[in-house]
């Protein structure tokens, strides 16, 4: 879903939404690539905690 998400926000950010998204020559950067680590960290630590816990 991150590559659906990337390949979206460079769509919208493309030629003809250019003037509403309000993008500049460099572009905008987002935190999706921190946020997917960091929630597949949190289930990784789920999945963990419950296999310990049955075990």
């Not at 500049?24 to 680590?37: R, S, Y």
Request: hydrophobic share 60%.
């Amino acid at each position: 879903s991150i590559w659906q998400y990337r390949w979206g926000l460079r769509y919208l950010w493309g030629e003809p939404f250019t003037p509403i998204a309000g993008v500049t020559v460099e572009g905008k950067q987002t935190p999706i690539m921190a946020v997917a680590l960091l929630l597949i960290g949190v289930g990784l630590f789920a999945f963990f905690a419950v296999l310990f816990r049955l075990a």
